[in-house]
Structures are given as C-alpha cells and as structure tokens.
C-alpha cells in the first residue's frame, strides 16, 4: 500500500507565476490536509477536505490560494501569482475514518516552493 | 482557542543520555494528542498518540509520552538517545472537524 504522494518533491517559479502541488492519498482514505511549513517554523494548518467538499479552510489566506480534492484525481493546492514569502514546504496528509480514527494522519514527504 | 507549546526550540543530549521534550496544549475538552518526528527534508511520522485510557503511552523507536491533565502536559521520553534520533519534534492536539494544531517544533541534536 503507497503512502501519501506528493509532486512534484521540488517547484521553482518566478514571481507571478501559478503553482499548483498534487496530493494522492493512501489508498482507502477520503480525507485529505494540506499545512505549510515556513522555515525555521512548525506546521500550519491551511484546509481540510473531504472529496469534492472543503471541510475546513480556516487557515487558507483568503487570496490567491485554492484548493480542491475531485471525486477522481489527486488533492490540488493552488497558489496564483506566487510571491517570495510563499516559498515553504507544502505538506499534504490523509486520513480515512470519521471519529477518532481520523485524527490519524498520514504524511507526505511535501513539495519545496521556491519563488525566485 | 486550542494551542500547542513547545517551549524548548532546540535541545542538546549525548548519544545515551535520557530525553525529556516538552509540550503543553490548551484546549476545552479531552484532547487527542500526538507526536510527530521529522527528519530532514522529510515528512512527518507518526511516533504515538493518546486518546483515552492509560496515561502512559509507548510509541516506536522507544518512545513514550505521559498525559497529565492536571498540567496539561505530554512530554515525550525516551530513556536512552541514539544518533539517529536526530531529528525534529513536534507536538500536536486534535482539534474538531478532524484535524490537528501543531507545535512550533523542538530541534534535537545528539553529540557523540
């Protein structure tokens, strides 16, 4: 069973340009976070979503940052017009159970972002 | 609002020595907590986790942590560091709708 992929690992843009960071989750799981990591910095929450439904967007900045888990494909984290304070490690979990179980995220090994 | 504090940024111990990091969580209700390790350039994994029951909890690579509410604490220790648990920890509590608050991260250095 692969864990929770991420790509790509590393993601170099200018400023202004689009970012957009997949997530594929455990095999099994429906439920998907994304956090951010800022150097030198713990975990940030962003969103949390369930296929085809944002739960929980309550640390998302509220522009230029999207993000949206499909019925079939992967998690998309969407960053427009990236600036040089975006540049983080974007890491993605997943977990499958409502209740308890749920609490149990699974990690990826995250995406660089370096805004040039 | 629920919180996390790691108040140690970065510790020193011997290759051998015991290790204590602290963590203490503010939040209403039972909180489920958890302890991560990230080595560099990593994701997280999952060391252990307390939901209810005994206090103690054994995690792996040797670890445990103890709840204790009364200091709303859960402190990770291991009796004896080896050099590859370099790393850095991090302390977490769920929260509602099913996701989770995370410490600002303690950085361990193990000398030889």
């Known amino acids: 069973n692969a864990g929770v992929m991420q790509n790509p690992r590393h993601l170099v843009r200018r400023r202004g340009q689009e970012a957009r960071l997949r997530c594929s989750p455990m095999?099994?799981?429906?439920?998907v976070y994304w956090y951010r990591q800022l150097p030198e910095e713990g975990l940030k929450f962003m969103v949390y979503?369930?296929?085809?439904?944002?739960?929980?967007e309550s640390g998302m900045p509220k522009e230029r940052f999207s993000a949206e888990f499909p019925k079939e494909g992967p998690s998309i984290l969407r960053i427009q017009q990236v600036v040089r304070g975006d540049s983080a490690a974007y890491f993605c979990?997943?977990?499958?159970?409502?209740?308890?179980?749920?609490?149990?995220?699974?990690f990826g090994p995250g995406t660089r972002l370096t805004v040039t | 609002a629920q919180s996390v504090t790691q108040p140690d940024i970065h510790i020193t111990v011997s290759e051998g020595a015991s290790l204590e990091l602290r963590c203490n969580y503010s939040?209403?209700?039972?909180?489920?907590l958890f302890w991560y390790v990230q080595s560099p350039g990593q994701g997280l994994q999952l060391l252990l986790k307390?939901?209810?029951?005994?206090?103690l909890v054994q995690g792996i690579k040797g670890f445990e942590a103890e709840f204790k509410r009364s200091q709303s604490s859960f402190n990770l220790r291991k009796p004896s560091v080896h050099w590859s648990d370099a790393a850095e920890y991090f302390c977490?509590?769920?929260?509602?709708?099913?996701?989770?608050?995370f410490g600002a991260g303690t950085r361990l250095t193990v000398k030889p």
């Open positions: 307390y939901f209810s029951g005994d206090t």
């Open positions: 979503l369930q296929k085809e439904n944002i739960i929980d």
């Open positions: 095999k099994g799981h429906s439920h």
């Open positions: 979990a997943s977990s499958f159970l409502k209740g308890r179980g749920s609490y149990e995220q699974y």
């Open positions: 939040y209403g209700a039972t909180p489920y």
């Open positions: 977490a509590v769920g929260v509602g709708n099913n996701d989770m608050r």
